[in-house]
């Protein structure tokens, strides 16, 4: 069978719409789809990635940076509304992949698709841990650094602060800039996140008890989240308008100089950072991975998949600006940069609902990635590519339970040994990859199967889909190139596990024998 051999959609679409005790329970509406978005966008993006990325890589600029990630995610989420309309089943884009370009591209996409929601899943809880720790030391309850932070990194107590942060040559130049030796203030290094492991504990344990309860779970969080969210824009647009001088002297220079490192400020640091925080834009992308389980997933997906990117981008927006201007840009490396930024504005009465509402928030972000991941799993195992254990449904929750699991052990081990902007800028590539698939194969469909019924259309076709290819192909240029190396090893790996493993028990290439008498 050619390793472009494709999934017939008639043949999904029965599928999807399969009943019985071995499928996901349907009891998802377009109010807890937009939810679901929302969950899983608003998140790491605001509440760690915006003062990174401002930090690092854009100053400023960071607002234009996420208009860019935003314009790429309008045109992918439109090809994602097409194809989760027409194939409302749980694989996502891995599934999709399988419909237009073949199994070899579907064995790719999903294999990528565990770098977007597995470590991505770990990146939010690295950020979650740095709010729960922030927010237990102003109760009194000091978690000890090492057991705080991924494994190795150093980490240095700034002077009268109680925060530790990591050692980076921006910081010790900072620091040298005002007379301070680095070596001769408090040092340590991170032994194991432990506390991000618990939180990625209790959440696996919820998702498997059930989705609606998981559903009613993240619903509840997500309107905390958002009350914060708004909170702080209205606090610190107050504190700007009364002291705009404080946003003059931060935004200025809106665009900081290239510092001679492709990156590193100037409009290479805007495209680098529009890569670095396109990782916090996935969450209408774990829609699509719930279709199975919508109870009208023709009418409702795209309700939730665009309902949810563009209420979001507006505050992604928002946030950023306001964080920029009360904060100097340098300042924002920390694992809490919205906490920062209201300290800043000197409402001190809001200081601890912004680290409630970044707790809660990330929380919410944690559980729909590790909701969609097992379902990923779930749909590569009904097709074969991996083993039946991942395609088991638990008997009374009706949930891939044992995905869930070994997601969960995945996640607390990536999540405890490895560092946020590793983390962040893996799911970055892995998204946009899936990104560019998804925008090929609407295009690829459109033109070999214009017939099609499609309850939703993707409209402007050919344009669309091809400036949502070009707009990712052009972020994942700017991310750097051992982010690059690491995503070509992470696809021999799987190359390898397919040829291995995912070829031979293809549930596809067995039919396709049997039809021949080829025999395997």
Request: with cysteine.
């Amino acid at each position: 069978m050619s390793l472009f051999a494709r999934k017939s959609i008639d043949d999904l679409r029965a599928e999807a719409f399969a009943e019985g005790e071995h499928t996901l329970a349907r009891a998802l509406g377009p109010f807890n789809l937009i939810s679901i978005g929302i969950g899983a966008i608003i998140g790491t993006g605001i509440f760690v990635l915006t003062g990174t990325a401002a930090a690092q890589y854009a100053g400023p600029a960071l607002v234009l940076s996420f208009l860019l990630a935003g314009l790429g995610c309008a045109f992918a989420g439109l090809c994602y509304a097409e194809f989760a309309a027409m194939i409302p089943i749980a694989g996502s884009a891995y599934t999709y992949g399988y419909a237009t370009l073949g199994e070899i591209f579907a064995w790719v996409i999903g294999w990528d698709l565990i770098l977007e929601y597995l470590f991505s899943a770990s990146t939010v809880a690295v950020g979650w841990s740095g709010y729960v720790v922030s927010y237990l030391r102003d109760l009194g309850i000091v978690i000890p650094p090492e057991w705080a932070t991924a494994t190795g990194t150093k980490l240095v107590q700034l002077p009268g602060s109680d925060s530790w942060v990591a050692i980076t040559g921006q910081l010790e130049a900072q620091l040298a800039a005002q007379g301070i030796d680095i070596a001769a203030l408090p040092q340590t290094t991170g032994i194991f996140n432990l506390v991000a492991a618990i939180g990625v504990g209790f959440i696996s344990l919820l998702l498997v008890l059930g989705i609606k309860e998981s559903a009613r779970f993240n619903n509840a969080i997500v309107f905390v989240k958002l009350a914060v969210i708004v909170a702080f824009i209205l606090a610190g647009g107050y504190f700007l308008f009364r002291n705009p001088e404080v946003a003059g002297e931060n935004w200025s220079p809106f665009i900081p100089p290239n510092t001679g490192t492709f990156g590193e400020y100037g409009w290479s640091g805007v495209l680098r950072a529009a890569g670095v925080i396109f990782f916090a834009y996935i969450g209408f992308d774990a829609v699509s991975t719930v279709a199975q389980e919508a109870r009208n997933p023709q009418r409702d997906m795209p309700i939730g998949i665009l309902g949810s990117l563009a209420v979001c981008t507006l505050l992604y927006i928002l946030v950023s600006a306001i964080l920029t201007g009360l904060v100097p840009y340098p300042q924002l490396n920390v694992p809490e940069p919205i906490a920062i930024g209201i300290a800043a504005t000197g409402y001190s009465i809001l200081s601890d609902l912004v680290k409630i509402g970044a707790i809660a928030g990330l929380t919410s972000v944690m559980l729909v990635l590790l909701m969609a991941q097992p379902r990923i799993f779930f749909a590569m195992s009904r097709d074969g590519l991996l083993p039946p254990a991942f395609s088991r449904v638990h008997p009374r929750f009706r949930t891939p339970h044992v995905g869930t699991i070994l997601t969960g052990i995945g996640c607390v081990i990536l999540a405890g040994a490895l560092p946020i902007h590793v983390l962040g800028e893996l799911v970055s590539i892995g998204t946009l990859l899936a990104f560019v698939i998804v925008c090929g194969g609407v295009l690829f469909l459109r033109y070999t199967e214009p017939e099609r019924e499609r309850p939703f259309r993707t409209p402007f076709v050919p344009f669309v889909p091809i400036t949502g290819i070009l707009v990712c192909l052009a972020m994942m240029i700017g991310l750097p190139l051992d982010t690059w190396l690491r995503l070509i090893s992470w696809l021999l790996i799987g190359l390898v596990i397919y040829f291995a493993y995912g070829r031979r028990h293809s549930v596809l290439r067995r039919r396709a024998a049997v039809a021949t008498g080829t025999g395997e």
